[in-house]
């Protein structure tokens, strides 16, 4: 690290704060228009509410009614945890196999999963669809299900990383102990795995937590996660209910910063960590 | 050791195998079949060579969206790396207060692209507003919008990555390049920048397939318009599968072709930068 002098210090440290202040101001623009009537909104998004602008919680229930959020809310939820929970145990047994046992088959099959990191959802997007529909899988407990697969190539290939990286020593006297292999991967491996596990945790739980176009094709009509509801309020053609948008995104964003301050250590070693080996 | 875990392949393997065989492998194997095919569910696929892949270089919004992505990303990838890095370098001096701005700046990235793309649509009609347009008026003001929404989005992630790198390079080089007498711009370009090759190789292919694929901010942001103006690949193929009856082939035409330009970029610039990664 380059040190640098006390004076060019404390500037910097004002123009960061400034910037700082900035970035958070589109949230705070989008928390003041939420409290605004709807009409007042497009016309003067930047002016704080007044007497005459201000309606209270209107936009909030207005917005959860029209758009079902405390239901879709709950589902996201329901599937975020689900899902994940999922993917951290078999992808991580999984990924223990394949690096344990080596056979052509293995290979192949490692291959195949890191192959599907780079393929975009959209070559699946049809066919994936259709199969969900007809396997039974278009509803909330068949979702983690589709989940498991698609977000099987990253997290496999990431826990295959890491179990590459420690020695077999010490599964190989648990299992000469007597331990069996699942005994031993519970027992010994997963908690060698730990901070592998809460970088696959977070990776995941920030796509399946913000994704819109699984979920819309796969279960959209009948079950909606967040960000289908906020898209929902679009519409077909026409005008977008401004007031309602707001509270909804104000909504949306409030279990995400109240997950971020909580784990906040976490996140960002995570995705730091996450980048490095991906 | 090989020998005790191998037969419990149907416990390990089996449960992931099959979803990811329901979820990727099948649907993956299908898709390229049915590019090939002229159908209206998977059932009625009747095959018909190569004309969908013929009828897709036909199609003007397949080609408009092509070159408005590629712009985008050139752009959108520049600015987010050479931002966030400064950034890095910034927040790499012990200077007061950088774990709460390290804080700030990733915060946006934690946030879903639909939402995203309603905030910014706010907040770009809104400094529109004085001048009587709004962001779907013309697409350059999509495209900016854009540009600005993903910056707000990755610089923090991006940031994050770098000041890795740069933590990783050791204080006893630096000094020694210092004693020896070299300024901060030749530390940076013959130090700095060598050392964090990696870091850079990690960001430029999170920001090109990021960027390259967006679809929820698209969406939300300028939903394509003004007409098909602002539409990327992504959404044009969304749009060309479920909004254009008797296009469903193209559709899964222009998927392919889109699946194989993401991986030639990710692995031509994974070849290039990996390349100039140096052993400190």
Same mark, same amino acid.
């Given at each position: ?278 | ?94 200077? /007061? ?6 804080? %700030?700046?990733?915060?946006?990235? $934690? *946030? #879903?692209?639909?939402?995203?793309? =309603? +905030? ?19 697409? /350059? ?6 540009? %600005?929404?993903?910056?707000?989005? $990755? *610089? #923090?992630?991006?940031?994050?990555? =770098? +000041? ?117």
């Amino acid at each position: 690290m380059v040190k640098i002098n006390k004076g060019r210090k404390r500037i910097m440290s004002v123009c960061l704060a400034a910037l700082s202040v900035l970035y958070l101001m589109p949230i705070f623009i989008i928390l003041i228009n939420s409290f605004k009537s709807k009409l007042y909104i497009s016309d003067a998004p930047f002016r704080l509410p007044d007497s005459q602008t201000f309606v209270g919680l209107e936009n909030y229930t207005g917005g959860i009614d029209k758009t079902g959020f405390v239901s879709a809310f709950g589902w996201t939820m329901f599937i975020t945890l689900f899902s994940v929970g999922v993917i951290l145990v078999c992808t991580s047994m999984t990924a223990w196999y394949l690096a344990r046992v080596r056979t052509r088959l293995t290979g192949i099959l490692y291959y195949l999963f890191v192959f599907a990191m780079i393929v975009p959802f959209q070559m699946v997007m049809y066919t994936m669809s259709n199969m969900a529909n007809m396997l039974y899988l278009d509803n909330p407990v068949g979702i983690i299900f589709i989940y498991l697969g698609f977000g099987s190539g990253l997290s496999v290939f990431m826990f295959t990383g890491f179990v590459k990286s420690i020695p077999s020593e010490i599964e190989e006297a648990a299992l000469i102990d007597g331990c069996g292999p699942l005994q031993t991967f519970f027992g010994v491996v997963l908690p060698m795995l730990k901070p592998t596990v809460i970088t696959v945790a977070i990776l995941n739980t920030m796509w399946i937590w913000n994704d819109y176009l699984l979920p819309n094709l796969v279960i959209g009509n009948d079950y909606k996660t967040i960000p289908v509801a906020v898209q929902y309020l679009r519409g077909g053609y026409g005008s977008i209910d401004m007031g309602a948008m707001m509270a909804m995104l104000v909504l949306a964003i409030i279990p995400v910063i109240i997950f971020y301050l909580a784990c906040q250590k976490y996140i960002i070693k995570g995705v730091a960590a996450g980048a490095v080996k991906g | 050791m090989q020998k005790s875990i191998k037969r419990y392949f149907p416990i390990f393997v089996l449960p992931t195998l099959a979803a990811f065989i329901v979820a990727f492998l099948a649907p993956f194997m299908m898709g390229i079949y049915l590019s090939f095919c002229k159908f209206t569910t998977i059932k009625d696929a009747e095959f018909t060579g190569l004309s969908n892949y013929v009828r897709m270089l036909q199609d003007k919004d397949f080609l408009n969206a092509l070159v408005f992505t590629t712009v985008f990303t050139i752009v959108a990838v520049a600015a987010v790396n050479v931002f966030a890095f400064l950034l890095a370098l910034a927040l790499t001096r012990g200077i /007061k207060g950088t774990n709460l701005f390290r804080t %700030v700046f990733f915060m946006p990235n $934690l *946030i #879903g692209g639909i939402v995203l793309g =309603y +905030i910014w649509q706010l907040i770009i009609n809104g400094i529109l507003l004085p001048y009587g347009v709004t962001i779907t008026t013309d697409a /350059k003001y999509g495209f900016w919008g854009l540009v %600005v929404l993903m910056n707000w989005q $990755l *610089i #923090g992630y991006m940031m994050i990555i =770098y +000041i890795a790198g740069i933590q990783n390079i050791s204080t006893e080089l630096m000094e020694a390049a210092k004693i020896d007498g070299a300024s901060g711009l030749q530390i940076l370009k013959k130090i700095t920048i060598p050392l964090i090759m990696p870091a850079i190789s990690i960001c430029l292919f999170l920001t090109l397939t990021n960027c390259f694929k967006l679809f929820d901010q698209n969406l939300a942001l300028t939903a394509g318009g003004p007409g098909k103006a602002t539409t990327m690949l992504a959404l044009d193929i969304r749009n060309t599968f479920y909004g254009r009856i008797g296009w469903e082939g193209v559709g899964q035409a222009k998927a392919v072709v889109f699946s194989v330009l993401v991986g030639v970029i990710a692995l031509l610039q994974l070849y290039i930068t990996k390349r100039k990664e140096v052993e400190s």
